[in-house]
């Protein structure tokens, strides 16, 4: 135990086995939820339909999908957490909190969730974004973010509602100028051309009347009309780690940060991600799990950033708290 202590800092293991083990954890909470819980079964929208039986949708196949897009999407969310010094090199915390909130929730795990590849986009926008950080030429960042999520909507068409939080990161992370604004302008004319020139051409018939209806449904809160239990639950899903987020922040509020302005920058537009996605869910309720790895990802990030140092006794016992509230969460979900 004096080996995990220093200074009265309370260090989190770092090693390979025990981001191993997080993994195995998360397979064994997907094994018993398909045994015990029955998802229902929904589709995605997008400019293209994959045709895709129904059934498959909550199937084995569909499982081993969600799994491997969930792996990568933590590849991504931890390359962030240590490339920009959010935690410390191999930190456990952005793994561990990623699939804890991914895994707890059988509703994102047993169905096939288009939503995923939705944050592995944002994720990846994300990290180019990081990257380039300051940057005076920012064109080619604009362009490639843009074109990026965009693309994404071709799948998952509610991903054009992200557009304008990436205008937002280009302008906190000081990126954005007249130039970089038209080149995403540009980005978003290049997909709307290409998606037209293709239906025109008959290489893919795309549904931009199906499309438009689904947007505009959230923009009049038709959903609201149809919401359900189940809808319910997903909303209070996510209020432990919110909770967890809103004293991160209050803490930053009430205290003296020494962090870098840059980390200072990139919290705040992990901040701003999560109050657009927050939004959308409150417009969308209907596709809330579509959402949620968006949610998670950010909440992961933050909560990771939050408990990277542990020097009070409080927060050792919050983290505790948070990972038996939502292991809680998931046995009453289950059963």
């Not at 800092?9 to 064994?28: D, E, G, N, R």
């Not at 795990?109 to 950080?133: C, D, H, K, P, Q």
């Given at each position: 135990?004096?080996?995990?202590?220093?200074?009265?800092?309370?260090?989190?293991?770092?090693?390979?086995?025990?981001?191993?083990?997080?993994?195995?954890?998360?397979?064994?909470?997907?094994?018993?939820?398909?045994?015990?819980?029955?998802?229902?079964?929904?589709?995605?929208?997008?400019f293209v339909k994959l045709p895709l039986a129904?059934?498959?949708?909550?199937?084995?196949?569909?499982?081993?999908?969600?799994?491997?897009?969930?792996?990568?999407?933590?590849?991504?969310?931890?390359?962030?957490?240590?490339?920009?010094?959010?935690?410390?090199?191999?930190?456990?915390?952005?793994?561990?909190?990623?699939?804890?909130?991914q895994c707890c929730n059988p509703t994102i795990?047993?169905?096939?969730?288009?939503?995923?590849?939705?944050?592995?986009?944002?994720?990846?926008?994300?990290?180019?974004?990081?990257?380039?950080?300051?940057k005076r030429r920012g064109e080619s960042v604009?362009?490639?973010?843009?074109?990026?999520?965009?693309?994404?909507?071709?799948?998952?068409?509610?991903?054009?509602?992200?557009?304008?939080?990436?205008?937002?990161?280009?302008?906190?992370?000081?990126?954005?100028?007249?130039?970089?604004?038209?080149?995403?302008?540009?980005?978003?004319?290049?997909?709307?051309?290409?998606?037209?020139?293709?239906?025109?051409?008959?290489?893919?018939?795309?549904?931009?009347?199906?499309?438009?209806?689904?947007?505009?449904?959230?923009?009049?809160?038709?959903?609201?009309?149809?919401?359900?239990?189940?809808?319910?639950?997903?909303?209070?899903?996510?209020?432990?780690?919110?909770?967890?987020?809103?004293?991160?922040?209050?803490?930053?509020?009430?205290?003296?940060?020494?962090?870098?302005?840059?980390?200072?920058?990139?919290?705040?537009?992990?901040?701003?991600?999560?109050?657009?996605?927050?939004?959308?869910?409150?417009?969308?309720?209907?596709?809330?799990?579509?959402?949620?790895?968006?949610?998670?990802?950010?909440?992961?990030?933050?909560?990771?950033?939050?408990?990277?140092?542990?020097?009070?006794?409080?927060?050792?016992?919050?983290?505790?708290?948070?990972?038996?509230?939502?292991?809680?969460?998931?046995?009453?979900?289950?059963?």
């Open positions: 135990m004096s080996s995990n202590r220093e200074y009265g800092v309370t260090k989190i293991p770092t090693s390979l086995v025990s981001h191993i083990i997080c993994f195995f954890v998360a397979v064994a909470f997907t094994v018993i939820a398909s045994m015990y819980f029955t998802p229902e079964i929904t589709t995605f929208s997008g129904k059934e498959w949708y909550s199937s084995i196949p569909a499982i081993v999908t969600n799994g491997v897009m969930t792996v990568l999407l933590v590849t991504v969310v931890s390359a962030i957490a240590n490339k920009f010094s959010l935690t410390t090199l191999l930190s456990l915390f952005p793994t561990l909190f990623l699939l804890m909130l795990l047993l169905n096939l969730n288009i939503g995923i590849l939705g944050a592995i986009s944002l994720m990846v926008s994300t990290y180019y974004l990081f990257e380039n950080y300051g604009a362009f490639d973010v843009t074109l990026l999520v965009c693309a994404t909507s071709v799948l998952w068409d509610k991903a054009l509602f992200f557009i304008p939080l990436l205008w937002i990161g280009l302008a906190q992370l000081n990126i954005l100028n007249i130039k970089s604004a038209v080149a995403s302008i540009f980005a978003i004319a290049t997909t709307a051309f290409i998606l037209w020139a293709s239906s025109y051409l008959g290489l893919y018939n795309f549904d931009f009347a199906e499309t438009w209806s689904t947007l505009k449904s959230v923009m009049v809160l038709d959903d609201y009309n149809h919401v359900s239990s189940n809808v319910l639950y997903d909303m209070a899903y996510i209020i432990p780690i919110l909770i967890v987020v809103m004293v991160y922040n209050l803490a930053n509020i009430y205290s003296d940060s020494h962090e870098k302005i840059s980390i200072k920058r990139y919290v705040l537009f992990l901040n701003t991600t999560l109050v657009v996605t927050i939004m959308l869910m409150a417009l969308n309720p209907l596709s809330i799990t579509a959402y949620m790895p968006v949610f998670n990802c950010v909440s992961a990030l933050l909560a990771a950033h939050y408990f990277n140092t542990i020097k009070s006794k409080f927060k050792l016992r919050f983290l505790y708290i948070v990972i038996l509230t939502y292991i809680t969460i998931y046995l009453l979900w289950i059963l």
